[in-house]
């Protein structure tokens, strides 16, 4: 196993349209002394270029806090920076095509949003699933809300670990409890705070809570 289930636990996925006159740069580091565990770089509207700069500016920022760089979608861009991974949707490119392009040392992570799609990605090398949408979205809007009862059947699926995604937040993520996450990925509930150092802080609070239930 490349990833640890504790590597999942606060899983923090960028979006820089919450900033304001914060760099991402500024808000990663809060994000990551408040005690994120695994940084994804998912900024939509940036050229594949920006991407790769973007990634090796805030790959030093990562290795001093020990936490993985993961490159959204663009398997290319992962390989460029070096980065430690990348994630996959279902409509991107195959994790065995990204496994065979990056090598095995790299972790590969895949959305799923049933069972039979996480044995799927599993089956083809992914090291992690995140699952959702577990309470909507506000960052993708055509996304399907995953009922409780498909995430549990998903993480009972897999032997690989599994981050929820999906509108979740500090008020909302303790109903996770008990359907075996590793973690929680977060987005605007983290870099729409004002505060993202001691957002993370308590996100990472509650979410070892849900490890501790699940």
């Known amino acids: ?13 960028t979006d820089r349209t919450w ?8 808000a990663v580091e809060a994000a990551l002394r408040g005690g994120v565990t695994i940084l994804q770089l998912r900024e939509k509207q940036a050229p594949h270029e920006e991407l790769v ?12 806090y020990g936490v993985p760089l993961i490159i959204n979608d663009d398997v290319e861009a992962a390989l460029e920076a070096d980065a ?11 994790v065995a095509e990204a496994r065979r392009i990056l090598g095995q040392e790299k972790i590969i992570g895949a959305s799923a949003h049933n069972r039979e799609e996480a044995l799927e990605a599993q089956r083809q090398g992914a090291d992690y699933l995140g699952s959702g949408a577990v309470f909507g979205s506000s960052t993708k809007k055509d996304a399907t ?3 409780r009862e498909e995430l549990t059947a ?10 929820a995604i999906g509108g979740i937040t500090e008020e909302n993520c303790l109903e996770l409890a008990g359907t075996g996450v590793s973690g929680i990925a977060v987005v605007s509930a983290l870099f729409a ?3 993202k150092e001691e ?3 308590r996100l990472r609070a509650l979410a070892e809570k849900i490890a501790e239930r699940s």
């Open 1 to 13: 196993m490349k990833i640890s289930p504790d590597k999942l636990r606060l899983y923090a996925v």
């Open 19 to 26: 900033l304001g006159k914060e760099s991402l740069e500024e």
């Open 53 to 64: 700069k973007t990634a090796m500016r805030l790959k030093p920022l990562c290795r001093r």
């Open 84 to 94: 430690d991974g990348v994630h996959v949707g279902q409509e991107d490119m195959a």
């Open 145 to 147: 809300t995953l009922s």
């Open 154 to 163: 998903v993480c009972r699926a897999v032997s690989i670990p599994v981050a």
């Open 193 to 195: 705070a004002a505060d």
């Open 199 to 201: 957002a993370a802080a």
